[in-house]
T-cell receptor
Framework: DVKVTQSSRYLVKRTGEKVFLECVQDMDHENMFWYRQDPGLGLRLIYFSYDVKMKEKGDIPEGYSVSREKKERFSLILESASTNQTSMYLC?????????????FGQGTRLTVV | QKEVEQNSGPLSVPEGAIASLNCTYSDRGSQSFFWYRQYSGKSPELIMSIYSNGDKEDGRFTAQLNKASQYVSLLIRDSQPSDSATYLCAVRRGYQKVTFGTGTKLQVIP
């Protein structure tokens, strides 16, 4: 079974802190994604990566950056956390470079910025 | 106009009935279409994918795609209480970029 693991289930951080969310997948998938999910707004794509050291902006990249130094690991960085970044963050990975295979999601990290 | 639109529901159906979930999308160049199910407090999981016009059946689930009308739907036959969840429509547009709708909450009443 594909496993996508996010480092934390719950996080509480202070405004202005630098926050790292880690995601690891164990199936050698090329593509990895970071989404945030908010009530009424659904899942919104922050960043994605289709190869090591490659990254592409999603729909809401402002205030975030990403790092993919190894194929299995994709990190989301909040440079200076703000209260409007309080959300559920979901990492996903998929195999095919043409996008025609499913994305597998991690269990999610619920981040609260106070 | 939102890129992927779904009625938020809740859609309530009695056990054993057919549940019909609908999704429209704005980008005519969209190429791949997915339905995910998300139970409360859990992550989304894929239940169907469809890439060409017409119907695709998998067990109790049927996905329908009409690219001319920019419409994709999911039918759930013989609905069960365990089908109660939020159903997310997702559309791949461009290279790798998958956009999700806000989801439709389905309630199956025993």
């Amino acid at each position: 079974d594909v496993k996508v693991t996010q480092s934390s289930r719950y996080l509480v951080k202070r405004t202005g802190e630098k926050v790292f969310l880690e995601c690891v997948q164990d199936m050698d998938h090329e593509n990895m994604f970071w989404y945030r999910q908010d009530p009424g707004l659904g899942l919104r794509l922050i960043y994605f990566s289709y190869d090591v050291k490659m990254k592409e902006k999603g729909d809401i990249p402002e205030g975030y950056s990403v790092s993919r130094e190894k194929k299995e690991r994709f990190s989301l960085i909040l440079e200076s956390a703000s209260t409007n970044q309080t959300s559920m963050y979901l990492c996903a990975s998929s195999l095919s470079v043409d996008g025609n295979t499913e994305a597998f999601f991690g269990q999610g990290t619920r981040l609260t910025v106070v | 106009q939102k890129e992927v639109e779904q009625n938020s529901g809740p859609l309530s159906v009695p056990e054993g009935a057919i549940a019909s979930l609908n999704c429209t999308y704005s980008d005519r160049g969209s190429q791949s279409f997915f339905w995910y199910r998300q139970y409360s407090g859990k992550s989304p999981e894929l239940i169907m994918s469809i890439y060409s016009n017409g119907d695709k059946e998998d067990g109790r689930f049927t996905a329908q795609l009409n690219k001319a009308s920019q419409y994709v739907s999911l039918l759930i036959r013989d609905s069960q209480p365990s089908d109660s969840a939020t159903y997310l429509c997702a559309v791949r547009r461009g290279y790798q970029k998958v956009t999700f709708g806000t989801g439709t909450k389905l309630q199956v009443i025993p």
